[in-house]
């Protein structure tokens, strides 16, 4: 499955991230100049591989750190040469006649072979990615630069040291409910689409998983007449979800939540390791983007931040 994000590549979830190089041994511009930046061991590497001409079009290799994998991606043969389509093609056939073997379950691509590349996104690169990367059975992230919304090239390395080093999985979701619920008792209004909503904790009965009757926190969300329940379970398969993922949009959200998920992500991007992202799943415009949430792992341990005024999030659904 393909999904298209509006996000830099270095703060993917995914298992490996794809890095676009020549066979020359030059990491001189663009994402590959980030790249040797931030794993200049690899950079090593990879100069010795070009040097004994073991790196060409169509071989793919992988470098691999404590917490990401990256794998080198031949777009062009010398770095003052522009890209060429059969160079990509022939490297996502080796990447989809491979990655199995290679123990790939999710993967971030840039936009191959565009931007120094010289090729064309829309008439060329995104119908052969397409093509070849939407029947996969794992997650494939394609990472579309957003001037508005990333930060700059020169973002500091260090930051984005700490983020690679930073792992979802470690926390847990007890931490996540301590955080909502001092966000709640700080803050119980929350104001989505221009309506304002009382949020409160209250325990209610639920059925456990032995068939008894028990007392379970939940969260309530008030409007005039409508009255909106989020239980506990819900909230724990959601992070659960987040947690794997790394992104969630109103599509997303467990069983029993499409309702009112627009309530519960802006709850949940009050949280300082949360934040709004776009979301897209096929991609021919700027439309078919919808809004959502996403874990910022280097965020984590921070805690919940008050945010004033309305929350940013305000999830909208495709036309």
């Known amino acids: ?37 931030i794993y200049p061991e690899m950079f090593e590497q990879y100069q010795i591989f070009c040097e004994n001409k073991a790196l060409d079009i169509g071989k793919l290799w992988i470098y691999k750190s404590d917490h990401k994998w990256i794998l080198n991606f031949p777009t062009k043969k010398h770095w003052r040469s522009p890209s060429k389509l059969e160079y990509i093609e022939a490297g996502l056939k080796k990447f ?26 829309e008439t060329q690169v995104q119908p052969l990615m397409e093509h070849y990367l939407r029947p996969l059975p794992i997650e494939v992230y394609i990472h579309l630069t957003d001037s508005k919304k990333s930060k700059p090239e020169h973002k500091e390395i260090l930051a984005t040291k700490n983020w690679l080093k930073a792992m979802p999985k470690f926390l847990s979701f007890n931490e996540v409910w301590e955080d909502l619920q001092y966000s709640i008792n700080f803050e119980s209004n929350l104001t989505v689409k221009g309506e304002n909503w009382r949020i409160y904790l209250e325990e209610i009965n639920v059925i456990d ?6 007392k379970s926190p939940c969260i309530l969300f008030e409007n005039n007449d409508n009255r909106h329940v989020l239980s506990l379970y819900q909230l724990k398969e959601l992070w659960r979800l987040l947690r794997k993922v790394g992104f969630c949009t109103k599509k997303d959200l467990p069983e029993g939540l499409h309702e009112y998920g627009g309530l519960v992500l802006n709850l949940l991007n009050r949280l300082d390791y949360i934040e709004p992202v776009e979301i897209a799943y096929k991609f021919n415009d700027d439309e078919d983007f919808v809004n959502g949430i996403r874990v910022v792992p280097y965020k984590m341990n921070t805690g919940f931040q008050n945010k004033e005024g309305e929350t940013t999030v305000e999830p909208r659904d495709k036309k």
Do not use: H, R
């Open 209 to 214: 998983e032995f068939d008894q009757l028990e």
């Open 1 to 37: 499955m393909i999904t298209y994000v509006k996000q830099n590549i270095f703060e993917s979830p995914a298992q490996v991230l794809v890095n676009t190089v020549n066979t020359v041994g030059v990491m001189g511009k663009g994402i590959a100049k980030q790249f040797k930046q």
């Open 96 to 121: 989809v006649a491979t990655y199995e073997e290679k123990g790939i379950t999710s993967i971030s691509f840039p936009l191959l072979g565009c931007g120094n590349g010289g090729l064309d996104w």
